[in-house]
């Protein structure tokens, strides 16, 4: 396993504003890691650094071991990228955009690009003026899926996508996975970077919040716990570690600090328990955390 | 029909309080433009400067360029007469292209930025915005009218007129609705808002141009001619009141036809067919030059015709000269005094009208590069092997391409025309044309190096160049009737550069303006390469 992207302590200011103050994280081979952070975070703004579309102030940014600003043109050659927003020259058709795109990328399986625009349903004869915002995405990502790279960088790709043309994305990106390649996926769509990725990066007002595998994560945080008993289960509200308590006649919803899991168990077994179940944060849960504080 | 017009009023208070700041300089700017040269104009009449002026302005050049006068003796000519001859015609044009921008900004460009979509959902009929900015344009300008008319009278200059004051604002005021008029209706037929107000300012072009030929060759003629409307006015002399009915007339038709248009179309679509595509993409597009040129496509070949119409109504005027020469004994005296023919003089002094619109292509084009930089549409385009060295480098080389073609075709037709118009008794061959033509090449190469170097440094300050290049059309346009001085005429790149066939070639400035001008495009390229590029923001 080696190390694609690797981005340490990195800043960036807009004039005054200060949209990254200190972003670091690491993406290795065969590894999908989910960007993942509030509006205005300062994803997009890592992303276009990594891509050497704007500088840095301070800290590193390699990707292929490579620096992103002075070596950008050896670092384009293998990777793959499609903006959240894809804006297409009106006056050209879909298809030769994409013919465009595989040409000044270098690299382009043809056969791959067919079979990508059957899969999504596109009709590359269309004057990009006439697309759909969801069409216009399309585009940029057969682009980018039909090209061979070692690393792809996806910015809210499927912003705009019907829930089908979603899960034909997600696909290709497992394939891309099992074939080894790298992947960072900025993207709010917790459903989707819960299924595809391996690790997660929260980014919060221009820093790093939270990251790790998702399980690991988890870990840190509380499991939604409901329970239903002969008891008065009132009494579970006082229990260390319990949170967000609310009740409904003998049954009660909470959040439990994994931590204090065995005693929530001790006490609840005192009242008659009928019924237990407890389920493991989403990344949503996760994520309103952040969100939220 | 009230329903397609709803809540158009709410819109219009709207866009007055938006746009009061753009208004103020939109008035303030034409209307002391028009207004306020009267005590400059005092000046040039003081002793001989009337009689001076008249002849110069006989010569068909200035005519081309300024307009007729109806005076014909030349002690009729008054302050006022000199004052209506040379700046009406400027002035009317001015508010004209103006009023164009701001309907096709408030109207088709909204609609494709999407503005509209938003407005429409809520309780607003359907054709109230364009009602509202139509409405809101004609309002600006009767008050650039009255404007106009006060500050004109406020001089108390003898032969300056309250009746002539108010009808030149008037004539102004027109000229803007007409050019609205204009605009509202290309804002229909178009499929986007860059080729209205391209088709727009282009219609108004050749309404210039037009007039041009018919003001040398028969002023009746331009009585056809919609600009004519506004700028044949003759206040100060005649006092021609009613031309301005049909202006009102044109205007009113105009909007109808718009509105009519706007009625059964749909909403981001245009009246212009759009054909299916290809479905691959030709070899020819599959590179940075290929895509650079297929998206200015549109923009050169529509100028590049426009260069080639400019030079046959120019050139059109050789033969109408020597006839010309005949019936004023002033003027013949003057030619043969100076040794250099009325074609040759007319021929340096069109040249370089002519070479400063051929500038506006190629600023466009480089300009074209950071309009798509600005729209992200280039992001995908970064992240491939594609340098910034390549996309700065075809944008400029594309320019030049462009600004050598637009002289070729200018001068070229120029020449093409004049020659055949004169018959036996040319006096020029077409490479006398062509040497008077790229002997203003430097001038285009400077306004590409500009525009290189706002592109590097400070690419929202492309369109500076624009106004520097009228600024400079503007300083040549009255350095042939006002006597400037040297220094402030020189703040135009043109003017270092001699006037041929009249003056002789100058090899140092011609290399000296060259090399100046390659530097700025090598200092744009490494603000260029090393700024954060800008998306959107
Ligand atoms: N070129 C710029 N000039 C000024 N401010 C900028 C610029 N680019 C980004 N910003 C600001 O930096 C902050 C981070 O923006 P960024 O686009 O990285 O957020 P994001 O995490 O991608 O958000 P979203 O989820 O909405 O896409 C925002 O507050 C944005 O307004
Ligand atoms: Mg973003």
């Known amino acids: 396993m080696t190390e694609i992207v690797n981005v340490q302590g990195l800043q960036k200011s807009f004039g005054k504003f200060r949209a990254l103050s200190d972003v670091s994280f690491t993406v290795n081979t065969g590894e999908v890691v989910g960007f993942i952070g509030p509006n205005g975070a300062g994803k997009s703004t890592t992303i276009r650094i990594l891509l050497g579309i704007i500088n840095r102030e301070a800290g590193d940014a390699e990707i292929f071991g490579k620096d992103t600003w002075k070596d950008s043109l050896e670092i384009h050659k293998r990777i793959s990228y499609v903006p959240g927003d894809v804006t297409l020259w009106g006056n050209l058709t879909g298809g030769e955009i994409i013919d465009l795109f595989l040409k000044l990328h270098g690299g382009g399986d043809k056969q791959k690009r067919d079979s990508l625009i059957k899969r999504f349903e596109l009709d590359p004869k269309k004057k990009a003026k006439g697309y759909s915002k969801g069409n216009r995405q399309k585009v940029g990502l057969i682009a980018a899926l039909s090209v061979n790279s070692d690393l792809y960088i996806f910015d809210e790709p499927t912003s705009g996508l019907d829930p089908l043309m979603e899960s034909v994305f997600q696909e290709e990106v497992e394939k891309i996975k099992e074939s080894g390649k790298a992947i960072l996926l900025s993207s709010h769509i917790l459903s989707e970077v819960e299924r595809l990725a391996d690790k997660v990066v929260i980014v919060r007002q221009g820093e790093i919040v939270e990251a790790g595998t998702l399980d690991e994560l988890r870990h840190l945080t509380r499991s939604t716990v409901t329970i239903e008993a002969e008891g008065d289960v009132a009494e579970m509200a006082s229990v260390n570690g319990v949170f967000n308590f609310k009740q409904k006649d003998n049954q009660a919803t909470f959040s439990a600090n994994n931590q204090y899991l065995n005693d929530i168990l001790m006490e609840a077994s005192k009242l008659g328990v009928k019924k237990f179940e407890s389920a493991p944060p989403t990344l949503e849960d996760l994520f309103m955390r952040h969100y939220e504080g | ?537």
């Open chain 2, 1 to 537: 029909m009230k329903e397609k017009f709803a809540q158009w009023d709410t819109l219009f208070v709207l866009y007055l309080k938006r746009d009061w700041k753009k208004i103020i300089v939109w008035i303030l700017g034409i209307g002391l433009f028009s207004a306020a040269f009267v005590p400059a104009f005092e000046e040039i009449a003081k002793g001989q400067g009337l009689l001076g002026m008249y002849e110069t302005l006989q010569n068909p050049a200035m005519i081309s360029m300024v307009g007729p006068t109806p005076v014909e003796t030349a002690s009729d000519y008054t302050l006022g007469a000199m004052y209506a001859h040379e700046m009406l015609l400027f002035c009317g044009l001015f508010a004209m292209i103006i009023a164009a921008l701001h309907v096709v900004s408030h109207t088709r460009k909204e609609e494709d930025l999407g503005l509209s979509e938003l407005v429409r959902s809520f309780q607003i009929g359907r054709q109230a915005n364009s009602f509202a900015a139509i409405v809101e344009t004609i309002f600006i300008n009767v008050l650039l009218a009255f404007f106009i008319g006060g500050v004109m009278m406020s001089f108390g200059a003898d032969t300056i007129s309250a009746e002539g004051s108010f009808l030149f604002g008037a004539s102004v005021g027109f000229a803007g609705i007409i050019g609205a008029g204009i605009a509202l209706v290309m804002a229909q037929i178009m499929p986007t808002s860059s080729a209205a107000t391209g088709s727009a300012l282009g219609i108004i072009g050749l309404l210039y141009i037009v007039r041009a030929g018919t003001d040398v060759s028969n002023v009746d003629l331009s009585m056809f001619n919609p600009l004519g409307w506004a700028y044949l006015t003759y206040p100060f002399t005649e006092n021609n009141w009613t031309l301005l009915f049909f202006a009102f007339i044109f205007g009113l038709i105009m909007v109808v036809i718009a509105f009519a248009l706007e009625g059964s179309r749909d909403m981001g679509a245009g009246y212009l067919p759009e054909r299916e595509g290809r479905r691959y993409a030709k070899k020819s597009l599959l590179s940075v030059r290929g895509l650079f040129i297929k998206i200015n496509k549109g923009v050169m070949i529509s100028w590049l015709i426009a260069f080639i119409l400019m030079g046959v109504a120019y050139g059109s005027i050789y033969g109408d000269m020597q006839t010309f020469l005949e019936s004023s004994e002033v003027m013949k005296q003057m030619f043969s005094s100076s040794g250099v023919s009325i074609e040759e003089s007319f021929t340096s002094t069109i040249m370089m009208v002519m070479i400063g619109l051929v500038s506006i292509l190629p600023i466009a084009i480089v300009n074209k590069l950071f309009t798509q930089e600005d729209r992200s549409l280039l992001s995908q385009i970064y992240a491939t092997k594609v340098t910034r060295t390549q996309l700065f480098w075809t944008s400029i080389g594309l320019a030049v391409f462009a600004g050598l073609v637009g002289i070729l075709l200018a001068a070229g037709s120029l020449g093409g025309t004049a020659i055949s118009a004169m018959g036996d008794s040319s006096t020029m061959d077409t490479l006398d044309f062509l040497v008077a033509g790229y002997n203003f090449l430097p001038s285009v190469l400077f306004f590409i190096g500009l525009a290189a170097l706002a592109l590097g440094w400070s690419p929202k300050l492309g369109k500076v160049v624009y106004l520097y290049l009228g600024y400079s059309f503007v300083i040549n346009y009255f350095g042939g009737i006002l006597d400037l001085p040297e220094w402030f005429s020189k703040t135009a790149i043109q003017s270092w550069i001699p006037r041929m066939p009249m003056e002789n070639f100058d090899t140092p400035i011609f290399i000296t303006i060259t090399v100046i001008s390659i530097a700025l495009m090598a200092i744009g390229y490494l603000g260029y390469s090393r700024r954060d590029m800008i998306e959107g923001t």
